[in-house]
């Protein structure tokens, strides 16, 4: 992401938030690189970020048996979108496995 985006991604949390926003450009440089929002695609990579935050909040790791209800939970959002954003016109379709 170039420098400038960053900047105007700041400054409008700044705008937004009415206070100053320390550090936001390194955190989504960080994200940028890191591109972890790819991994929710995938739920082996998906259970792996789940349970990357579950050790950083001192919980115990999701059984590898949660590999079976992602995908009936991603298509349970998937169906509901329009509900849980209303107003945002959203019209998610389930990518289709390459498998």
């Not at 100053?20 to 998906?46: A, N, Q």
């Not at 019209?91 to 390459?98: A, F, G, I």
């Amino acid at each position: 992401m170039p420098d400038l985006l960053r900047v105007v991604i700041e400054s409008a949390l700044e705008q937004i938030l009415g206070r100053r926003v320390e550090h936001i450009g390194k955190l989504i440089r960080r994200f940028s690189i890191e591109r972890f929002m790819y991994d929710y695609l995938e739920d082996v990579r998906l259970l792996k970020r789940l349970n990357q935050i579950m050790a950083r909040v001192g919980l115990a790791a999701l059984p590898i048996a949660m590999l079976n209800w992602l995908p009936i939970a991603r298509q349970t959002v998937y169906n509901q979108a329009s509900d849980l954003l209303p107003g945002y016109g959203l019209s998610l379709e389930p990518q289709k496995s390459e498998a």
